[in-house]
């Protein structure tokens, strides 16, 4: 088992929320939709106006099932690194495959689609990121302006 300071609280939870984004795409455009995918999540952490960055994962850190990943990134001056808080992935035909998922192409054949998938972002750890970055010296927390409709106008938390 793991051990040590981050594997418990809120960096490290067993359970979290999030929201999981799902494409079944005709493979010609699979990859076109996989940079969808991630745009999509990115320009979360835009409007939030967070610190983070896109890695592409190597080959020999894909799960078995993956062909392509990008994992996106939050900079959490805590624990001084970025944290993953979406993984978006293209598993091509690999999960078609498995379930017998086929469509009938423009050729009037049957054909496997492309699967794709992503984490919309980890809540735990986006949250995280919200009060590190936008803490104030006084301990306030600014309120990003995309969230302040959503908190009934309010600018800070103190």
Same mark, same amino acid.
């Given at each position: 088992? $793991?051990?040590? /300071? ?9 359970? =979290?929320?999030?929201?999981? *984004?799902? /494409?079944?795409?005709? @493979? ?20 939030? !106006?967070? #610190? ?5 994962? $190597?080959?020999?850190?894909?799960? =078995? $099932?993956?062909? /392509? ?8 001056? +805590?624990?001084? /690194? %970025? ?6 992935? !293209? ?18 054949? *049957?054909? =496997? #689609? ?9 809540? @735990?750890?986006?949250?995280? $990121? ?13 309120? #990003?302006?995309?969230?302040? @409709? %959503?908190?009934? +106008? ?5």
């Amino acid at each position: 088992g $793991a051990a040590g /300071k981050d594997t418990r609280g809120i960096l490290r939870v067993h359970q =979290f929320d999030k929201v999981e *984004m799902v /494409k079944i795409v005709t @493979p010609e455009t699979s990859y076109d939709e996989l940079e969808s995918l991630v745009a999509q999540a990115e320009g979360v952490l835009q409007l939030l !106006n967070l #610190p983070y960055r896109v890695r592409m994962l $190597a080959t020999g850190d894909l799960s =078995f $099932a993956a062909a /392509k990943c990008y994992d996106l990134e939050l900079w959490t001056a +805590g624990v001084d /690194k %970025y944290l993953e808080v979406s993984s978006v992935s !293209n598993f091509e035909d690999f999960q078609a495959r498995r379930m017998n998922c086929r469509y009938r192409g423009d050729d009037g054949k *049957m054909h =496997f #689609p492309h699967t794709l998938n992503g984490s919309g972002l980890a809540l @735990p750890r986006l949250v995280i $990121a919200l009060m590190e970055n936008c803490q104030t010296r006084s301990g306030e927390i600014i309120i #990003p302006e995309v969230l302040r @409709p %959503y908190l009934g +106008g309010r600018e800070r938390i103190a």
